[in-house]
């Protein structure tokens, strides 16, 4: 393949493997905070933690569709690599 033809869906396919990661590494964390909160004395800054990546994780699902519909959105290079030796 043509590494320009590659670019855009290159890019797409990183953005989502990105928010994917991102959510996660919230996962982990909340897991993690979670174990954490256990501790009487830690609770409080647990509980605030757990709010901002809750806050997170709501704006980062939220871009799941935008993310999806741009990668679906793609014309498949490779398709477009055979239509032009058919040509």
């Not at 493997?17 to 174990?35: A, F, K, Y």
């Not at 004395?41 to 519909?69: F, H, K, N, Y």
Request: glycine share 4%; hydrophobic share 40%; with cysteine.
């Amino acid at each position: 393949f043509a590494p320009h033809a590659m670019h855009g869906f290159r890019d797409r396919l990183r953005a989502m493997q990105h928010l994917l990661g991102e959510l996660n590494d919230i996962s982990v964390q909340q897991r993690l905070l979670q174990e954490l909160g256990q501790d009487k004395d830690l609770a409080r800054p647990v509980a605030s933690a757990r709010m901002r990546l809750a806050a997170r994780e709501r704006r980062l699902t939220g871009a799941i569709p935008q993310t999806c519909l741009m990668l679906e959105s793609h014309p498949p290079h490779w398709r477009r690599a055979a239509e032009r030796a058919r040509e």
